[in-house]
């Protein structure tokens, strides 16, 4: 695994996963956006509607966006129709059905990392849930889905400032290249065919830009040479680097816990077979000659 430099360059955080059992992470960079853990989903809260472009498997597309969910389901989820999944649980929750996106992960939400950043002509956000269990390489002859899985690498961004539509998509362009730089330089690898991966099958991405004119500046481009481009590449790339570290770590952990729990089990079943010794005759007679 190549050791990775860039991420130390962005203070990360994994804010549901600190001790004393934080629920709700408030951005310094957009005033009055929230993210919280809620039952079985992160809720991005904006301040006021913004515009928005995402992959989101429910309300995806381009429109206007007020939240966006990222619901954790089970790795074995039956996902037939995923929008009226998503939608049934947003009514659930109570959230109004307009203005939101719906993403779906596999990943534990404790391991969702955040990151964020003023950079005086656009305050960003960051928030990522990463593993690499279905990792792949684009361009590269592989399996196909027919139907839709949850997503692995889910990214939720947003910036507090003024985009042009051109420059939107030119930020989930950077942020896509980030991703794929993160996975790079941690050697994750397509199962099926050794290739560094670029992704994974299922990832998918929302980005949401308040419009404002706070910092009287206007963003058309947002690509590696901009600043708002490079900040967005590396906000995503430490914040991708941190989950997917954070997923490992306890993967690492669970596999050396079965593994112990699997030495006691061939312990114990190897003392049960074992024959007992004979007894000696002095005491199957009760100790009498």
Avoid at 30 to 52: A, C, I, K, T, Y
Avoid at 184 to 210: Q, R
């Amino acid at each position: 695994m190549k050791e990775v430099q860039e991420a130390k360059e962005v203070q990360v955080k994994l804010p549901f996963k600190a001790e004393g059992g934080e629920k709700t992470f408030r951005s310094k960079m957009w005033p009055g956006l929230v993210l919280e853990w809620r039952e079985e989903h992160l809720l991005l809260e904006l301040p006021s509607e913004s515009d928005s472009i995402s992959s989101a498997v429910y309300g995806g597309g381009a429109g206007r966006l007020k939240r966006a969910v990222n619901q954790f389901v089970s790795r074995d989820y039956e996902c037939s129709n995923p929008v009226q999944d998503m939608q049934n649980k947003l009514l659930e929750w109570g959230y109004p059905l307009e203005g939101c996106a719906g993403l779906m992960t596999a990943v534990p939400l404790e391991h969702a990392a955040v990151a964020e950043a003023d950079i005086g002509s656009a305050g960003i956000v960051c928030c990522v849930t990463a593993a690499a269990g279905n990792a792949a390489r684009a361009g590269s002859e592989r399996s196909v889905l027919a139907a839709y899985r949850p997503g692995t690498i889910n990214i939720m961004l947003g910036i507090d400032g003024w985009l042009s539509q051109s420059a939107m998509v030119n930020a989930v362009m950077t942020a896509t290249e980030a991703k794929a730089a993160a996975l790079a330089d941690l050697g994750v690898t397509d199962a099926e065919n050794g290739l560094i991966a670029t992704g994974t099958t299922t990832d998918a991405i929302v980005l949401a830009v308040s419009g404002s004119r706070r910092y009287a500046a206007e963003h058309v481009y947002a690509g590696t040479a901009t600043d708002l481009g490079g900040a967005v590449g590396r906000l995503v790339y430490s914040a991708v680097t941190e989950s997917l570290r954070s997923v490992m770590a306890a993967k690492s952990v669970s596999r050396a816990q079965e593994e112990a729990l699997q030495a006691t089990h061939r312990v114990h079943a190897e003392a049960s077979q074992t024959t007992p010794s004979a007894l000696p005759r002095d005491a199957e007679n009760g100790g009498r000659k």
